[in-house]
Nanobody, 123 residues
Framework: QVQLVESGGGLVQAGGSLRLSCAAS????????MGWFRQAPGKEREFVAA????????YYADSVKGRFTISRDSAKNTVYLQMNSLKPEDTAVYYC????????????????WGQGTQVTVSS
């Protein structure tokens, strides 16, 4: 079993920045890739970004390219999502997730999920 805990969400004005963290614990493996998803009220869960533990390969949704950066600290088993130039449409609950399929953009490919952290961007 792998446990994931997100933190770092909050309320910011448009154009501001936030840094989300996801700490992984339990029976983690270097083969486990990590991703970030988000879900706004009334909308389907949406892929944001993903990263592999070993190679550090990154993947981004088109909507966040150039604004968001995913990274990882292997020693701490922690994944980060640096969010810059935030827009009101970025408002959502953000979830970190773990998958054994590197770079997957489908939520169905992820086996482990955190509880989520709220990100609210005001106009």
């Amino acid at each position: 079993q792998v446990q994931l805990v997100e933190s770092g969400g909050g309320l910011v004005q448009a154009g501001g920045s936030l840094r989300l963290s996801c700490a992984a614990s339990g029976r983690t493996s270097s083969s486990l890739a990590m991703g970030w998803f988000r879900q706004a009220p009334g909308k389907e869960r949406e892929f944001v970004a993903a990263i592999t533990w070993t190679g550090g390969s990154t993947y981004y949704a088109d909507s966040v390219k150039g604004r968001f950066t995913i990274s990882r600290d292997s020693a701490k088993n922690t994944v980060y999502l640096q969010m810059n130039s935030l827009k009101p449409e970025d408002t959502a609950v953000y979830y970190c997730a773990g998958s054994y399929y590197p770079g997957s953009r489908s939520s169905s490919a992820y086996n482990y999920w955190g509880q989520g952290t709220q990100v609210t961007v005001s106009s």
